[in-house]
């Protein structure tokens, strides 16, 4: 293969993982957001029951206090009924009494009622803050793996830039505008292999037998035709020593 055209599958293949490192890199914060929004969920559970509690306590207090004005009343009605001089005051009283009593039970049971529910709702914040604490820490991981992704990428885009530059200097300044020419307008794909029978094998168009034999010899630029991306080719291997080899 011609020095010229090693050099170039050579800058391909350091374009490729150059691009392909700046792609990662790049998507760095929109994985990070995703593992961030993987916790929303969670967050939101437990947020959600600790307000359902919130409430709950709210309103067994104001129940509370309900119950606490009833028996007031109660209270009072019951000194009333000492100081009453009639039957028909002492009814009404009794009345007033037996109502106010009735309105203490009520209020006490709604408040038992929200005792009893506040108990669901601590289980059931201990449950999502059990749940959220480990997808924390799940994420926590997910973080770390990322960190060392990151790290990694950024790395070897520094390795590979440093040796595309390496290489640029060693390059035919003719044959690296031709090359940068095809890669801008072939979306970073200046040089490819044919195929065995023939083919382009990015654009799949069959070259003709000439072009194509001239591809097979490695010894020169020729371009596809079609895409007019640079060609070269790559020879099957070589029969395993000991191998039965039958003619075509």
Do not use: W
């Amino acid at each position: 293969m011609s020095p010229d055209l090693d050099r170039l599958i050579g800058l391909q293949q350091l374009d490729s993982t150059i691009d392909e490192a700046r792609r990662r890199v790049a998507a760095y914060p929109e994985r990070l957001a995703e593992a961030d929004l993987r916790l929303t969920g969670a967050k939101e559970l437990v947020e959600a029951a600790k307000a359902r509690l919130k409430d709950n306590n709210e309103a067994r207090r104001a129940l509370e206090k309900d119950a606490a004005m009833y028996q007031a009343r109660v209270s009072k009605f019951k000194d009333q009924q000492s100081a009453v001089k009639t039957n028909k005051e002492y009814q009404a009283v009794q009345h007033e009494t037996e109502t106010a009593q009735r309105d203490v039970s009520a209020a006490e049971e709604k408040v038992l009622e929200r005792m009893m529910e506040a108990d669901g709702i601590a289980a059931e914040i201990k449950q999502a803050e059990g749940v959220l604490a480990a997808q924390e820490k799940e994420i926590g991981a997910v973080k770390a793996d990322l960190a060392k992704e990151l790290a990694a990428e950024q790395e070897k885009l520094a390795k590979a830039s440093q040796q595309r530059e390496s290489l640029l200097a060693s390059l035919n300044p003719r044959l690296l505008s031709l090359f940068e020419q095809v890669s801008r307008v072939r979306k970073g794909i200046a040089i490819c292999s044919a195929t065995r029978d023939g083919l382009c094998s990015v654009c799949h168009v069959r070259l003709r037998p000439q072009v194509f034999q001239q591809v097979r010899q490695n010894d020169g630029i020729v371009q596809c035709d079609s895409c007019q991306r640079i060609l070269y080719y790559v020879p099957p291997p070589a029969p395993a020593e000991g191998a039965v080899t039958h003619p075509a």
